[in-house]
């Protein structure tokens, strides 16, 4: 079977609470049979927020493929393309990074660890010295492991004190996070991907799941296809894989998704169909939440949508009439307008008909990455490690004593910084010294042309830490070769809570060293200390860091104390909160209805939705949630840019089934590259007619910060709205010079530095865009055929 074309591979039905059948998915280099594997490691994927359980294979100590773990509870043995041919092909490349390499002259060139590494510890300890902690900040990744991100928390907090600390796990997970933390007081999502199995409606919020998280997908699709189908929704304004199965798609405008969900709510509220006793005794301020979606009828909705009122009353009957609904959120709300309000609708709503902590009844604010919930835990996000307060000083000192450092060095005296301040900082010269590790926001990030110019300041020392030379890491000063998945040790958490063990291999190319080894070589050098005189970090490898770690989440939501290396061999990934009284960990969270809100525990005390001001510990202690979640809501207010007679269309970036962030893995696998090999971008048949465009043309697509030029795919995208995936930019691009050739074609070249109030993610959904045709088509756009971007009309 083509697990290119059949991207979800063949169906195993099964019936409403029944166990998902298993299915082990195989890829090994050409021509191997699977007899002459030398050998097979445990792990799981990392090529999405899945954290599905697979085995490296290895011959003659080369990694030449996998397969998916049938024990696995996530996976049951499956793998997704990215998986079954990034995973291992995009690291086994010859472009590896296998040396450090330092600027002279303008150029970078190879040299040694010690140089490279003296080089960064002079400049840090100098900076240290004459402008203090404010001038270093960190820039992570949702890649790395978990023990990697503990020791950056460490150094960063304790070793530094220094709160310029974030990840591009800001650009996908922050509004995950922060509605969670919210609504219930921390962060933590309150179901599992067990939920498809007994639930009997699913609604999808802004998550394209067929090709976001696809051996998920495909458990869902094994659901619609079996004897006892769950009724399915979808909220999107394209016509994805999800919206074909669906009984209800509304293809609302970008940017309306709050307007959209205060008539949802509403319905549920006239209507009678929520659980006056559970919100009565679990949650505060319902009459609040009553009055903010009054005005919010169908028709209203429907007005500012662009969607039907009848739609609107189906979707909302299902939900409030269905016994059992899963409700998934991701990038369509968390990447647009307005985007932790709309997500607490969301959580509203499950708290409203009490469905949360049994079968079928979940809630997954989804995370785009497959670490990210680690760099939450962990705090090298800028939260405070095992999801502890900021502004509470009893949290503080908790931590200080862990460490063994005065509670004054870890930054606490306002929130943390967060990701597009970090770099604006770096712009104005606060920031002086930025070290980056595992991504590559010289693509990711918004307004690129910005963020280009900042990379490239010589004000800034810039560390980029990675596998290959990515556009970031060709503007570095100093550039350090990291090992990959499947090259070293560590554990990582997916959206549902799962722990799985990723054991080595492989050895790393050349002199490339784990990302957790060049941390604590950093921290040695640097003489990082605690209060006694003792290294501030005395770990030997992971499995000591995963100890440390365990002992730092003791007590908190995210409890991993009952967690091993050991215990995580062989088996399945463990759900935390994993305790002594809880040893196989928790599958779901809230069965009890009790909340971590209490102000002694919670993660934080709540913001404002519109303006994301502090509720400030005094105000949130008078509310005395004290175990009770809150139903949290604000005004509707449009995108801050909205169409106009110049720039007429409305922009949206996503992802595609075939590529992962900025293509640095799966353009190197030639499978997936073949099949998505270069940027397009999509129009609807209708505004392709009115511009005169056809299927291949080359277009132009501008915003009032850059453009972009690229093959046009009409497809099935809403009317008024042009697509684009996010994930190509220009490191495989033909050169001349510095020049960039043929065509600009990062789709942030046209998104605006915008972010939500509250959770600080960047905007990417919303921005204002005119279209002109620049050239005849020579054939079909390089988009793929078997997923979202299809032709229009045409069916799979």
């Known amino acids: ?131 203090g902690p404010l001038s270093h900040g960190f820039y992570t990744s949702g890649q790395l492991f978990l023990e990697e991100y503990y020791a950056l928390a460490v150094i960063g907090k304790a070793g530094i004190g220094t709160p310029h600390m974030d990840g591009n796990t800001r650009l996908c997970t922050a509004t995950a996070a922060t509605a969670l933390k919210e609504t219930f007081g921390a962060d933590g999502q309150p179901g599992a991907y067990e939920d498809i199995d007994s639930c009997d409606a699913i609604f ?93 009828t169908p028709a209203a909705a429907a007005e500012v949508c662009g969607v039907s009122a009848d739609d609107i009353m189906m979707a909302a009957r299902i939900f409030g009439t269905t016994p059992n609904v899963l409700s998934t959120v991701l990038q369509g709300f968390y990447q647009s307008s307005q985007a932790t309000a709309s997500a607490c609708q969301v959580n509203n709503l499950h708290l409203l008909r009490g469905m949360l902590g049994r079968p079928g009844a979940g809630l997954l604010q989804m995370n785009g990455q497959p670490t990210a919930q680690n760099n939450r835990e962990c705090g090298a996000d800028g939260d405070l490690p095992g999801f502890r307060n900021w502004s509470n000083k009893d949290h503080v000192e908790e ?50 042309a910005r963020i280009r110019q900042i990379l490239a300041k010589p004000e800034l020392f810039l560390v980029v830490q990675d596998l290959y030379l990515t556009e970031t890491a060709a503007l570095a000063d100093v550039v350090l070769p990291a090992a990959a998945w499947g090259e070293k040790v560590g554990t990582f958490t997916n959206a549902s809570r799962v722990v799985h063990l990723s054991e080595k291999a492989v050895e790393p190319p050349g002199d490339a060293r784990a990302d957790l080894d060049i941390f604590l070589d950093y921290s040695h050098r640097m003489d990082f200390s605690t209060i006694d005189g003792r290294p501030l970090l005395e770990w030997k490898g992971p499995e000591e860091a995963f100890e440390a770690w365990k002992e730092c989440s003791r007590g908190r939501p995210c409890d991993y104390t009952g967690l091993s290396y050991g215990k995580l061999r062989g088996g399945s990934g463990i759900p935390w909160p994993c305790t002594e009284d809880h040893p196989e960990g928790t599958t779901r969270l809230y069965s009890d209805g009790v909340f971590p809100s209490s102000p002694d525990y919670c993660e934080n005390y709540g913001h404002d939705l519109l303006t994301g001001a502090e509720v400030g510990s005094e105000a949130y202690r008078a509310m005395a949630p004290n175990g009770r979640a809150l139903l949290k809501a604000t005004a509707y207010h449009p995108p801050h840019e909205e169409p106009d007679d110049e720039y007429p269309l409305r922009y949206s970036t996503g992802r595609t089934a075939y590529h992962f962030h900025t ?51 009409i497809s099935g995208v809403r009317p008024g709205t042009v697509f684009a995936p996010f994930h190509y930019g220009y490191w495989d691009t033909p050169r001349s010079g510095e020049t960039l050739e043929p065509h600009a074609t990062g789709a942030n070249e046209l998104t605006l530095t915008e972010w939500d109030p509250v959770s600080k993610q960047p905007v990417f959904k919303n921005a204002a865009v005119k279209v002109e045709k620049i050239g005849d088509g020579t054939g079909p756009a390089p988009a793929p055929n078997t997923t979202a971007s299809r032709p229009e009309g045409r069916r799979p």
Request: glycine fraction near 8%; charge should be neutral.
């Open 663 to 713: 293509r640095t893995k799966t353009a190197r696998s030639r499978e997936l590259n073949a099949a998505a090999p270069r940027m397009w971008v999509e129009v609807s048949a209708d505004d392709a007619s009115g511009l005169g465009i056809s299927e291949g043309d080359l277009v132009r697509v501008s915003s009032r910060r850059g453009r972009i030029e690229a093959p046009a795919r």
């Open 399 to 448: 931590l200080a004593k862990l460490w063994n450092v005065d509670p004054g060095v870890i930054p606490h005296w306002a929130p943390p910084t967060h990701a597009m301040q970090i770099f604006r900082y770096a712009e104005q010269g606060s920031i002086n010294f930025l070290w980056v590790s595992a991504t590559n926001p010289a693509v990711s990030l918004p307004e690129l």
């Open 204 to 296: 999808l919020y802004g998550h394209n799941m067929p090709e976001t998280q696809t051996v998920l997908w495909s458990r869902v699709l094994d659901r619609l296809t079996g004897p006892t189908p769950p009724k399915l929704v979808c909220i999107d304004p394209r016509n994805t894989e999800a919206a074909r199965y669906a009984d209800v798609h509304l293809a609302l405008r970008p940017g309306t998704n709050l307007a959209l969900m205060h008539a949802l709510v509403r319905e549920v509220i006239h209507q009678g169909w929520f659980d006056d006793q559970y919100v009565n005794e679990h949650t505060l301020g319902f009459e609040e939440l009553k009055q903010t979606v009054e005005p919010w």
């Open 1 to 131: 079977m083509n697990r290119i074309t059949d991207i979800w591979g063949p169906r195993t039905p099964f019936p409403a609470g029944q166990e998902w059948p298993v299915r082990v998915d195989l890829a090994l280099e050409e021509g191997l049979p699977e007899g002459e594997v030398d050998r097979w490691v445990q792990s799981a994927c990392v090529l999405c927020s899945n954290g599905c359980g697979c085995d490296i294979a290895v011959k003659d100590g080369v990694m030449v493929g996998v397969r998916g773990r049938s024990q696995d509870r996530i996976n049951k043995g499956r793998l997704g393309p990215k998986g079954l041919f990034a995973s291992w092909q995009g690291v086994a490349n010859r472009d590896r990074l296998t040396r450090p390499m330092i600027r002279e002259g303008g150029r970078l060139v190879e040299t040694d660890w010690e140089t490279a590494m003296g080089r960064i510890v002079n400049r840090s300890k100098e900076l240290l010295d004459t402008k």
